[in-house]
């Protein structure tokens, strides 16, 4: 089992930063994909960022140029850099890793981050 522990979510104003954490603890062997998704008020969960064992790294469309996803395997835990935050990305935003070999998903309970003057 993998217990996973966000932390940096909050209010900021727009055009403010936040960094998002990620830990992953537990029976650990290794972790492939890592990432960040988000859930807005009235709207389904998407997809944010990701990065997978290689270091490659996805974005939505909306976020690109403005966050950056990055992980350090040596402490299990992914990162989101924020910036230039806008009001529609006020949501819900929720950590999922992805274990090798046995290819189990795990979520994370979710951090709230509020855009909003």
């Known amino acids: 089992q993998v217990q996973l522990v966000e932390s940096g979510g909050g209010l900021v104003q727009p055009g403010g930063s936040l960094r998002l954490s990620c830990a992953a603890s537990g029976s650990i062997f290794s972790l492939n994909a890592m990432g960040w998704y988000r859930q807005a008020p009235g709207k389904q969960r998407e997809l944010v960022a990701t990065?997978?064992?290689?270091?490659?790294?996805n974005y939505a469309d909306s976020v690109k140029g403005r966050f950056t996803i990055s992980r350090d395997n040596a402490k299990n835990t992914v990162y989101l850099q924020m910036n230039s935050l806008k009001p529609d990305d006020t949501a819900v935003y929720y950590c999922?890793?992805?274990?090798?070999?046995?290819?189990?998903?795990?979520w994370g309970n979710g951090t709230l981050v509020t855009v909003s003057s």
């Open positions: 999922h890793v992805r274990t090798f070999p046995d290819g189990k998903n795990y």
């Open positions: 990065t997978n064992s290689g270091s490659s790294t």
